[in-house]
């Protein structure tokens, strides 16, 4: 078989997936080995952060896999997905369906290399995934639930290395769920007037515009309070007190760039400054551990 053709069509199931947003929750995986690592007080090993990389890469591809597979025909009809690649004929679905079942394999691998618990605890990842992906049909908080799959990652990653749980991840994995659930309220209000139309549930289709916005800023705040609440017993301190309030800094400016009436910034503020957020906190968390 012609490699061009294979590695094409492996470009195009990682942009189905959207592979280059993993960067959002693989610096809070990362975070999750340094506290761990804090609390062992003893570094990680390269083969402990290089499965967990591998668990967190097989995971995220899984979950976005099975969300494109099971809303393919809600895609179809709605005018902002339809050019999406299976809805547009680009990806079959049994390509889909082959490229989800190899990301599930490497996640389990994964888990099953890092411990025992990992793998007792993938599957309960794995239903996390699919119920999001049916969200939608039936409840308004899709958003939250997709913030425990993302929270999933931190704590995974100390559960990976130590085998139990302990506050400081405790703390940061509701940090993220609250920042993920407040970016997806966000993200949702593309597809308002298609989810009033065709009683699709989301927040903004439930709330409305303005209430939205406000229940999103709620949530930005409680992230950064959980953030704030991971400097106890972590051993972290002043560096990584810093990095929470660039952080802070970066998600006022984030709801500057989205308004109600206007989101024609929105890609600038969901893509791009959630990338920022994710990585900044995740570097003063470095060199606080190290420092």
Same mark, same amino acid.
């Given at each position: ?22 960067? *959002?929750? *693989? ?5 999750? /080995?340094?506290? =761990? ?10 083969? $402990? ?9 097989? =995971? ?16 179809? &009809? ?21 490229? /989800? ?9 994964? =888990? ?7 793998? &007792? ?6 239903? #996390? #995934? ?59 209000? $593309? ?49 990584? *007190? ?39 906190? #995740? /570097? #003063? ?7």
């Amino acid at each position: 078989m012609d490699k061009i053709p294979v590695l094409a069509k492996i470009k195009t199931l990682l942009e189905m997936i959207k592979f280059s947003h993993t960067i *959002f929750a *693989f610096p809070f995986a990362l975070m999750g /080995v340094v506290l =761990a690592a804090l609390a062992n007080g003893t570094p990680p090993s390269f083969g $402990q952060v290089f499965w967990v990389c591998i668990a967190m890469v097989g =995971a995220r591809t899984a979950a976005m896999g099975l969300n494109r597979l099971i809303d393919a025909n809600i895609d179809a &009809k709605n005018p902002r997905t339809a050019d999406r690649h299976i809805p547009a004929g680009t990806v079959s679905i049994w390509e889909a369906t082959l490229f /989800v079942l190899v990301a599930l394999i490497i996640f389990f691998f994964a =888990a099953w290399m890092l411990n025992p618990l990992c793998l &007792k605890l993938a599957p309960v990842a794995l239903g #996390f #995934f699919v119920l999001y992906a049916y969200c939608k049909r039936f409840t308004h908080f899709a958003h939250v639930v997709l913030g425990i799959c993302l929270a999933a990652a931190p704590i995974g990653a100390w559960v990976a290395l130590r085998g139990d749980l302990g506050w400081p991840v405790i703390s940061l994995g509701i940090a993220v769920l609250f920042w993920v659930s407040g970016f997806d309220i966000f993200y949702a209000l $593309q597809d308002y007037d298609y989810d009033v139309e065709h009683g699709l549930h989301s927040v903004p289709s439930k709330l409305g515009k303005e209430k939205s916005f406000l229940l999103a800023r709620v949530f930005h705040g409680l992230m950064l309070l959980f953030l704030l609440l991971v400097l106890v017993g972590s051993g972290l301190g002043w560096i990584y *007190f810093i990095g929470v309030l660039v952080v802070s800094g970066l998600l006022v400016y984030e709801h500057m760039l989205v308004k109600p009436d206007d989101l024609s910034k929105l890609d600038a503020a969901f893509f791009n400054m959630n990338g920022y957020i994710s990585v900044t906190i #995740f /570097v #003063f968390t470095l060199i606080d551990a190290i420092v």
